[in-house]
């Protein structure tokens, strides 16, 4: 069993930035990759960025050059650095681990940008 839980959300004024935070826990051996996905009211979920267990990274093109996704291997965390924030990214992120076919998912954490 693979445990996520997030933090780090909250309101913001557009041109803001917020960091955020996800702790894994539990069976998590031969993981293949962790990221964040996003998902505004009315809206599909939507992935954000993800980091393979090597450190590829991959982004969203909307948050191209304003958002940063680390890990940390040790800790088993994986953070998302959102600077230059705008309204549109609004909404509820959740944080992603995908290992031997399995993805699993925290509670998700709010993320208001105000214009």
């Known amino acids: 069993q693979v445990q996520l839980v997030e933090s780090g959300g909250g309101l913001v004024q557009a041109g803001g930035s917020l960091r955020l935070s996800c702790a894994a826990s539990g069976s998590i051996i031969s993981i293949n990759s962790m990221g964040w996905y996003r998902q505004a009211p009315g809206k599909q979920r939507e992935l954000v960025a993800t980091?393979?267990?090597?450190?590829?990274?991959n982004y969203a093109d909307s948050v191209k050059g304003r958002f940063t996704i680390s890990g940390d291997n040790a800790k088993k965390m994986v953070y998302l650095q959102m600077n230059s924030l705008k309204p549109e990214d609004t909404g509820v992120y959740y944080c992603n681990l995908k290992r031997l076919g399995f993805a699993y998912w925290g509670q998700g954490t709010q993320v208001t940008v105000s214009s």
């Open positions: 980091i393979t267990s090597g450190g590829s990274t």
